[in-house]
């Protein structure tokens, strides 16, 4: 976690330009395209361990939580570090996610692209109880209330659909949670809503559209 911070003021902290495993739950990756049915969620599943990019200009979120954790990655059968993020629910605003590799057996790049909830369209991606792995965040938050180094287990704030850490682990936790210029690198999510207004999925073979690129 990267915990320099601009400015500390009463039941508030604003932490600016910060990086990496803070932990904000970006709320999209894998799960965009699929919602998971109304109810808690698992705290761990099996990956396919590729990572995807993902960017928004602004997310709010009510209930925030983050503590360490892993993943099963399903090729390996092992298990990978990541930083567990939950938020009870969230906005998200011009949201991209992109998995970017080659076809198989060939040079050849290949993208899967998704774009929601655009800001010039007035829409917005709405999603509830969600769970994320990751390994990089960068953009400029802003917390309310937060807790740092709270026992992971005891971490409530996204309510019961979103699960807690292990007894005795470092956690963190807010009432709410604000950010701007959102990048995201990630392996996991899940949750048990997702509301993309205007979703534009699009597979680009021979290209590079990664949502980092622009």
């Known amino acids: 976690m990267k915990d320099s911070q601009d400015a500390v003021t009463e039941g508030r902290t604003n932490w600016r330009r ?4 803070v932990g904000v739950p970006t ?5 965009l395209v699929v919602a998971l049915a109304q109810g808690a969620l698992a705290a761990s ?11 928004a200009s602004s997310l709010d979120g009510t209930g925030f939580t983050q503590y360490s954790g ?3 990655v399903t090729s390996t059968n092992s298990r990978m570090p990541v930083a567990k993020s939950g938020i009870k629910s969230a906005t998200i605003h011009d949201l991209c996610q992109s998995v970017v590799g080659n076809i198989p057996g060939t040079s050849i790049p290949i993208s899967l ?4 909830g655009k800001t010039a369209d ?12 990751m390994s990089d965040l ?6 309310t209330n937060i807790n740092i180094g709270q026992d992971a287990s005891t971490l409530d704030q996204a309510g019961s659909g979103v699960p807690a850490g292990d007894v005795g682990g470092f956690g963190q936790g807010a009432d709410k949670v604000h950010i701007d210029n959102l990048r995201q690198t990630a392996t996991s999510t899940s949750a048990s809503t997702f509301v993309l207004q205007g979703m534009n999925l699009h597979l680009y073979v ?3 559209k990664d949502c980092f690129n622009g």
């Open 113 to 116: 692209r998704i774009e929601a």
């Open 70 to 72: 892993s993943d099963l």
């Open 138 to 143: 960068s953009g400029d938050a802003t917390f």
């Open 27 to 31: 709320v999209v990756a894998g799960g």
């Open 45 to 55: 599943f099996s990956i396919s361990g590729q990572s995807f990019h993902l960017t």
């Open 206 to 208: 021979g290209q590079n």
């Open 122 to 133: 007035n829409k917005a991606v709405q999603a509830d109880n969600l769970l994320i792995g």
């Open 18 to 21: 910060f990086a990496v495993a």
